[in-house]
């Protein structure tokens, strides 16, 4: 059971340049999450999903946007990287309910923009 | 502000119990309280969670105030492998609120 998988571990961008991270869980969870987190920070919600086809922002949404076309997977694209965006990236996944289920995460992409 | 308030850092001697506060002032009463502790270069892992009683699990015990305002993680035995960033966190509705987290050092 690989739980929460995140594609690639490591990248480095240049500024200007677009990828996607991507996060896949095998757990059939309903709700997955994107968050950044900066060095000595707590982790910031960028976007959410609640199901296949349906995403919504969360506290840090600028500069981000995401795909959820299957149900395992949820995409977080930059569009055109800023070195702003230099973070580590954190998706998690959790159950269906009104909040007292707790989410799953994933090791993290460590993202360079030069 | 949904976020919540911890001490910086906590230090504990190995084997003895350790109690990591929390203040949520403006929780309401709808919002969980979850803790998750992150170990360097890993994502953060589910430690414990409750609403208004307290609860124990095989990892730690989570106390929380009558009103709601605060509650504390109890690590009953500190080990070396519970050196870790321990966050306090509000959830409501699946978003969670992360603060900075309480960074927890262990000593031999």
């Known amino acids: 059971n690989a739980g929460v998988t995140q594609t690639p571990k490591f990248r480095v961008l240049k500024t200007g340049q677009s990828m996607t991270l991507l996060c896949a869980q095998d757990?059939?969870?309903?709700?997955m999450y994107w968050y950044r987190q900066d060095p000595g920070m707590g982790l910031r919600l960028i976007h959410y999903?609640?199901?296949?086809?349906?995403?919504a922002k969360g506290e840090v949404p600028d500069g981000y946007n995401v795909s959820r076309l299957k149900k395992q997977n949820f995409l977080l694209g930059l569009e055109s990287a800023a070195p702003s965006q230099t973070s580590v990236y954190f998706c998690a996944s959790s159950y269906y309910t009104g909040g007292g289920q707790p989410q799953h995460f994933g090791d993290g992409t460590r993202l360079s923009i030069l | 502000d949904a976020k919540t308030t911890q001490p910086n850092s906590m230090e504990s001697n190995e084997e003895e119990p350790v109690h990591l506060p929390c203040n949520h002032s403006t929780i309401s009463g709808t919002d969980y309280i979850h803790w998750y502790r992150q170990l360097p270069s890993q994502g953060p892992e589910y430690v414990i969670h409750?609403?208004?009683s307290n609860v124990n699990n095989r990892m730690a015990s989570l106390a929380i105030a009558e009103d709601r305002k605060s509650s504390t993680l109890i690590l009953h035995r500190a080990t070396l492998r519970d050196a870790a960033v321990y966050y306090c966190?509000?959830?409501?509705?699946?978003?969670?609120?992360f603060g900075s987290g309480t960074k927890l050092n262990v000593k031999p």
């Open positions: 999903s609640v199901g296949e086809g349906t995403t």
């Open positions: 966190i509000r959830n409501n509705f699946n978003k969670f609120y």
């Open positions: 409750g609403l208004t």
């Open positions: 757990m059939n969870h309903e709700y």
